[in-house]
């Protein structure tokens, strides 16, 4: 009997013992995980109110300040279990060897959501633009965190990548406010360009999605065989291209004809050289 009370003080003088000594690294870690939670908290408010003074889209802002706080707390426990005498090198390596495999498994992905992340912060683009990239006209619907949708002027729905749209070159048609439209009106040899000039210019300026700056042009831009090709180059806000593209045409064409002014005569000539 004095055996067993013997050993139950002795293991109770151990216990006692131990918590003397981890009593300490537990009160320390506990204090460093309240004060680090209380610190992860405030450094996540305070990247939310810069992200939102840099007008980043509100999916991203949550994206990266969850992934901002899940990085912060994962450093903050390993630091806490290291406190209390846990060995976490090997742990380190485990999820350093993980984070490796993963990402070469995901590394398409990654890129696409890097670019995602890189194109909603710098914002070479937004919803709402035209744009040209990755061989794509089209307006932009939408910018998800891995993929860009774009209109195109067919009205055909294209899912452009992130990784390719961030590493391309972009065309931003809109940034400006206005985009010029390219045209090329044909004239006979003998017809005046003056009056042509005057007649296109005038078309141009009555046309109501025309902009008056900047100003309309009409230039010669070429000498051809069968006449004279000019270069006629209206602006017009981004969405109103392909109206003043077409419109411009017609109306253009319609009025040069009022004005008796014509296009290119082609002449073919047949040279008889059989034999008498």
């Not at 040209?132 to 965190?145: F, S, T």
Request: glycine share 10%; aromatic share 6%.
């Amino acid at each position: 009997m004095n055996e067993q009370l013997t050993s139950a003080q002795n293991f109770l003088h151990h216990l006692y013992t131990l918590a003397l000594g981890y009593a300490p690294k537990v009160i320390a870690a506990i204090v460093v995980y309240w004060i680090g939670t209380l610190a992860i908290r405030l450094l996540a408010r305070m990247l939310g109110k810069v992200l939102d003074a840099r007008g980043v889209e509100l999916t991203l802002r949550r994206f990266l300040n969850s992934l901002v706080t899940v990085g912060l707390r994962v450093v903050l426990i390993i630091t806490v279990v290291g406190m209390l005498g846990v060995q976490t090198t090997s742990f380190i390596a485990i999820l350093g060897a993980a984070g490796l495999a993963i990402g070469l498994a995901l590394q398409g992905t990654l890129a696409n959501f890097a670019g995602g992340t890189l194109i909603l912060l710098f914002k070479p683009y937004k919803v709402g633009d035209l744009i040209e990239a990755q061989g794509l006209v089209g307006e932009v619907k939408e910018i998800q965190i891995f993929t860009t949708v774009l209109l195109t002027p067919e009205h055909k729905t294209a899912i452009v990548p992130n990784g390719a749209m961030a590493n391309g070159n972009i065309v931003n048609y809109t940034r400006e406010g206005n985009i010029r439209v390219d045209l090329t009106f044909g004239l006979d040899q003998s017809a005046p360009v003056a009056k042509a000039r005057e007649v296109l210019l005038g078309v141009m300026k009555a046309h109501p999605k025309v902009l008056a700056t900047p100003a309309s042009s009409v230039n010669i831009a070429k000498l051809t065989l069968d006449g004279v090709e000019l270069a006629v180059r209206p602006y017009c806000a981004p969405g109103d291209y392909w109206t003043v593209y077409f419109e411009v045409y017609e109306q253009g064409l319609a009025a040069l004809q009022a004005a008796n002014i014509a296009g290119p005569q082609h002449v073919m000539r047949v040279i008889n050289e059989g034999k008498a």
